[in-house]
């Protein structure tokens, strides 16, 4: 590695290791914040509404489809991701060389094949139309015999300071073959022999992917893709702790809500509907449910409503009346 690398990667280093902290400072302050609204009943109306629309079968059929659509969203990027960065780094380690049988697929790293130059009259007079841009991965066959490969094949080859071209034979010399790209006016100044040659183009290509596969292969890119793994395992782990003080404070709502032996409704055998009073909003339900909310102007509940829950049974048949008061415990603790 060259100083200049060495300076690029601790760079690197420094700088996703403050992400990572910053994020998790972050984070972990937005999730406490979070904990203590809930456990202090702050989101309880919103709370409150999850609960009672949860329980109507279109929203829980939209809910499903949006948990299903992300769930494949996510498996799809993992089933691309993860086998790109594995790719990505076999083939870092390959010097840029990942073998799958007698094929070889290479990243091109610069754009010497990606047009025709000018200068090069025997790419159009011998219809040489096999060219391909920078960041495309393009597949190359072994040769076995140094008999096999030709004048204009595009073959891949070792230079002498170890660096991989891939280049057009344009000639072939004493065992030796001159190369040249076609956007360039001069041929290569190494000759290489068979022994250099890594294969020989095939034609097959996929467009600029190997982009991906260039960033992912670099200590940034493999840093950044750590940084993200980190970062998903902490928002899930953080996370947890948020949905399980959701899911205890739903759980105190929904016995509040629900009827009780205290209120002696099982007393009430004719038809009635229920309405319960919290923080200013009126939940009215009937025998078959949650019917709607409103937003209470006036009455007797108005203002006690805002320090506690009121629970009311009306029977319609004889207008009798049953109310309570429910406690919900706030816990104030925090994760």
């Known amino acids: 590695m060259s100083s200049a690398e060495i300076i690029s990667l601790i760079v690197t280093i420094i700088g996703v290791f403050s992400f990572a902290t910053i994020f998790t400072i972050l984070y972990q302050s937005y999730a406490t914040s979070q904990i203590n609204e809930i456990q202090s009943g702050k989101k309880d109306l919103e709370l409150i509404d999850e609960v009672i629309y949860e329980r109507q079968e279109k929203i829980k059929k939209r809910k499903m489809v949006t ?158 893709i750590i940084s993200l793994i980190y970062c998903l395992i902490m928002i899930d782990k953080i996370s947890n702790k948020i949905n399980i003080a959701q899911k205890r404070r739903i759980e105190q709502l929904e016995e509040a809500i629900d009827y009780t032996d205290e209120l002696e409704v099982e007393k009430i055998k004719a038809e009635y509907v229920e309405t319960i009073y919290y923080k200013g909003y009126a939940y009215h339900f009937n025998e078959t449910g949650f019917v709607e909310k409103t937003k209470m102007k006036d009455g007797p509940y108005l203002e006690k409503s805002n320090k506690t829950m009121i629970k009311e049974v009306l029977n319609l048949k004889t207008s009798e009346k049953i109310a309570e008061e429910v406690v919900i415990e706030n816990d104030n603790q925090g994760e």
Do not use: W
């Open 67 to 224: 948990k299903i659509v992300k769930s494949i969203c996510f498996y799809l990027a993992l089933f691309f991701i993860i086998p790109l960065f594995i790719f990505s780094l076999i083939n870092r380690f390959q010097n840029n060389i990942t073998m799958i049988g007698n094929k070889t697929i290479m990243v091109v790293a610069s754009g010497s094949m990606s047009k025709k130059n000018d200068a090069n009259a025997y790419l159009n007079s011998n219809n040489l139309n096999n060219q391909f841009q920078t960041y495309d991965i393009i597949v190359l066959e072994k040769v076995e015999n140094a008999s096999d490969l030709n004048k204009y094949d595009v073959i891949a080859y070792r230079n002498d300071q170890g660096i991989n071209v891939i280049h057009r034979i344009i000639e072939i010399e004493d065992g030796k073959y001159v190369t040249r790209g076609d956007a360039n006016d001069a041929s290569d100044k190494y000759h290489p022999t068979f022994d250099d040659v890594i294969g020989r183009y095939t034609g097959k290509k996929i467009p600029s992917i190997g982009i991906f596969i260039m960033f992912l292969q670099s200590y940034a890119g493999i840093i950044t």
